[in-house]
């Protein structure tokens, strides 16, 4: 197996860099970096290539506010955008054998590409499951077929905003070799 020795290292860094941000500023975040962040989305792999998924930037400050109030959180009020990443489960591929739908597991992918790519750009971000479903549907016009499968808030970290501590299970008790 060929590997890059120039990029692993920056990949690893990125990755252990990214991390939940919990606190913003009040500095805006540009559309171009937001759309530089969604771009990361729209290139994420997907079972069957389906892309069973759309993005709804959001970063007006009253789609914003209602945003927020579908979270709850003080914190999420100081974010200076959002992503709702949306999937439609029947674009999906589905599993033969047993029905499984990739809906859940293609829009996640694509998150996380733009958690780390928020990281890669000086951007704190938070992925947030735990919203109202329905008065985020019904705040942003999202017809029943789409799923809001997450929430990315975004923007500046606080200065004062400093990266948690890694809390993670030791690799030996996640990673086996071989049968389980
Ligand atoms: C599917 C998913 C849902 C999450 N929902 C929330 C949430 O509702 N609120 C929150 O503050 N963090 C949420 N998080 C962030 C996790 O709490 C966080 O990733 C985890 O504690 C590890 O911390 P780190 O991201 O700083 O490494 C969520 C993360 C994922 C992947």
Redesign the pocket.
């Known amino acids: 197996m060929e590997v890059s020795k120039i990029d692993y290292p920056q990949f690893f860094d990125l990755v252990s860099r990214?991390?939940?941000?919990?606190g913003y500023d009040s500095a805006p975040v540009s559309r171009e970096m937001l759309m530089a962040v969604a771009e990361t989305a729209r290139l994420a792999q997907s079972a069957c290539n389906r892309q069973p998924w759309m993005f709804l930037v959001i970063d007006t400050p009253e789609l914003r506010e209602a945003v927020a109030r579908c979270?709850g959180?003080e914190?999420a009020h100081e974010a200076q955008a959002f992503i709702v990443a949306l999937g439609n489960s029947s674009e999906a591929w589905v599993r033969p054998c047993d029905g499984h739908n990739s809906m859940y597991v293609d829009v996640?992918i694509a998150?996380?590409n733009m958690?780390l790519a928020a990281a890669s750009l000086g951007l704190g971000c938070?992925?947030?499951?735990?919203?109202d479903v329905e008065a985020l549907c019904r705040e942003l016009d999202i017809p029943a077929c789409w799923s809001p499968?997450?929430?990315l808030s975004l923007g500046y970290p606080k200065p004062e905003q400093a990266?948690?501590e890694?809390?993670?299970k030791n690799v030996d008790d996640v990673v086996k070799w071989g049968k389980f």
């Open positions: 990214r991390y939940s941000c919990r979270y959180r914190w996640a998150c996380e958690c938070c992925w947030i499951g735990n919203f499968v997450g929430i990266a948690p890694k809390k993670r």
